[in-house]
């Protein structure tokens, strides 16, 4: 695969989406290909990201996803100077209003389509996340199974069984946070709800789900949420780091069939180690609780990893550890190498603990300067899997 081949996707979308000068898709400062001005100064301009899914779990597929930034004329002018007098002077200023439109399709037959919006008022004192979806998932579920034994009569034993599910419905987020004072803190609440059926080719499997679950089910939580971020970028940082944690209680008083609680924590940190080199961390632990014996298959928190199989390792307790180095080629070429490790732990004796580690290297192009968005492929593998990703921003 040509690694210019998504840059030239883009550019040949925006020909066709719009008109204005060949001008405006180079910038006017290194002559390179970059959309910053078609993005901010036409009006229907935005930035259209290709969807290549290669994930694992769901087969090959893709579609298109538009990315649209709202600033006033002032906010423009701003940034245009900023850009102008500083190679990454725009991507330093406050992030612009961004909304995202896209839908999607891959070859086992999973689709979805989606809007969501991010804004904040008063300096980014108050600032507001929602979105809202509908799409149809197909996936195979695995368990591991550990049996202990029956003395003489039954050995131990441990096996490992998948079966296919095909989950239906829609979902809506919102997410509204305020600034602590002039800090970097943020605390808010969360809210989270959907409407799903899930079926199985598996006869006897799709027996129990109905017999379980019901045919159809509504999942609705409320949470709270805190977020310290120093980053100096939203969309591809260098430097600074970002703590975030949350917890959401999904109950029948807040019209949740299924209920439970979770809790999130994760962290980014980027360290400049020389002129041209960047480490990145990441870390991600989630922990699930529930009385209930049945829920939905994908309810449990799985290890999210580059080159690894969404819904492939489940868990009680979830926790991920990423490492990224990546060196400047230029001001708009960076290239990277990364690793990252998981590990699941779950309460019932009867489930087996896992662990899976990933590793693969990627690359990114400045796309739009004035923003400071770039975006390119990583290619990773794993235990048995292996894919490569279109990103919008760090990987992470």
């Known amino acids: 695969m040509q690694l210019n081949k998504p840059f030239a996707t883009l550019a040949m979308s925006c020909s066709i989406l719009s008109t204005p000068t060949q001008a405006s898709f180079f910038d006017e400062v290194d002559g390179q290909f970059d959309m910053g001005h078609h993005i901010a100064e036409n009006a229907a301009g935005f ?20 990315v649209f930034m709202h600033e006033t004329e002032e906010q423009k002018q701003a940034r245009k100077q900023a850009a102008l007098n500083a190679l990454d002077g725009g991507a330093q ?41 509908v799409g149809k998932v197909n996936l195979d579920i695995y368990q591991d199974i550990s049996f202990p034994g029956l003395g003489n009569i039954i050995p131990p034993f441990e096996t490992s069984f998948g079966f ?41 499997m799709n027996q129990i789900l109905e017999w379980t679950l019901g045919k159809e089910s509504v999942t609705s939580g409320l949470g709270l949420v805190a977020e310290y971020d120093t980053r100096n970028n939203l969309f591809y940082p260098t430097s600074g780091f970002k703590v975030a944690a949350d917890y959401m209680i999904y109950d029948e008083t807040l019209g949740s069939d299924s209920e439970y609680q979770k809790f999130g924590l994760e962290g980014q940190g980027y360290i400049p180690l020389a002129d041209k080199w960047t480490l990145g961390l990441a870390g991600d632990y989630e922990k699930f609780a529930t009385k209930e014996l049945f829920v939905a298959p994908t309810t449990q928190p799985y ?12 868990g009680d307790e979830v926790a991920t550890l ?75």
Do not use: C
């Open 47 to 66: 930035l259209p990201v290709p969807i290549i899914i290669t994930e694992p779990a769901v087969g090959y597929g893709g579609g298109l996803v538009g």
């Open 322 to 396: 990423q490492t990224q180095v990546t060196y400047d080629i230029d001001h708009r070429w960076k290239v990277s190498a990364f690793y990252g490790i998981g590990a699941t732990r779950d309460e019932s004796h009867y489930s087996n603990d896992a662990m899976v580690d990933a590793y693969g290297v990627g690359f990114r192009y400045q796309l739009a300067r004035r923003y400071g968005l770039y975006m390119g492929v990583d290619i990773a593998t794993s235990e048995g899997d292996g894919a490569f990703y279109i990103n919008l921003g760090s990987g992470f």
């Open 93 to 133: 200023l406050m992030p612009a209003s961004i909304t995202a439109v896209g839908a999607a399709g891959t070859k086992n037959g999973s689709w979805f389509a989606f809007a969501g919006h991010r804004h904040s008022w008063l300096d980014d004192s108050i600032r507001y996340i929602g979105g809202a979806g």
């Open 164 to 204: 296919n599910t095909q989950t239906t419905g829609a979902a809506m987020l919102q997410n509204l946070q305020f600034r602590v004072a002039d800090t970097p803190l943020m605390l808010g609440i969360k809210q989270f709800a959907s409407y799903s059926s899930v079926e199985s080719d598996n006869r006897a």
């Open 303 to 314: 290890i999210k990893l580059r080159g690894v199989q969404s819904y492939r390792y489940q």
